[in-house]
């Protein structure tokens, strides 16, 4: 079969194009929202991420020590309805075990549930861009791990999950500037 340059021309556009529709941090997961600016809201989650990560630990490691006492997972849902409160972004502690602590914990929307699939599949970050109200916002989701022996003393279901295995997940919704 003899090509043109015109089909070759034709051929490797589509080419290009698949590759960008396929990497990660392209149109095809950022709706027309500037890359750069869905960058740095990615690098805020994850300063995010860290910060309320080592306060639920510290929380936990030094005011968690019986099951009377307030756990930091409660701490932390309460600190996350402030910061949804004050309209910095919002941020949802969900179970990945299928055995929540309550139901408010389970993943509702087709966001969080594959999520908890790709977390759980080994993945360390997840996220999307998607336009509410016409503004944009990136969707994010980090795992959880059971990090503290002290955990299961409220989660008997957490003593068997694997080293480094989410047994929840951060889910984020923050703004994109």
């Not at 997961?29 to 990615?42: D, H, K, L, Q």
């Not at 959880?144 to 003393?153: A, D, G, R, S």
């Amino acid at each position: 079969m003899k090509t043109t340059w015109k089909s070759s021309i034709i051929v490797a556009a589509l080419v290009v194009l698949l590759v960008a529709i396929c990497l990660p941090g392209t149109s095809a997961r950022e709706p027309r929202a500037n890359r750069a600016a869905v960058e740095r809201t990615r690098e805020q989650v994850k300063m995010l991420d860290d910060v309320y990560k080592v306060a639920v630990v510290l929380i936990t490691q030094h005011y968690v020590e019986t099951e009377d006492d307030l756990p930091a997972g409660t701490a932390a849902k309460v600190l996350f309805a402030a910061i949804k409160e004050k309209g910095w972004h919002e941020v949802n502690l969900l179970d990945a075990t299928g055995e929540p602590y309550n139901d408010e914990n389970t993943p509702t929307d087709s966001f969080d549930i594959e999520a908890v699939k790709s977390l759980k599949g080994g993945a360390t970050f997840v996220d999307s861009v998607i336009v509410r109200d016409g503004k944009k916002y990136l969707r994010a989701a980090t795992p959880i791990p059971v990090v503290l022996e002290k955990c299961t003393m409220c989660h008997d279901n957490y003593k068997s999950a694997k080293e480094g295995e989410p047994i929840g997940i951060l889910s984020y919704t923050v703004p994109i500037k």
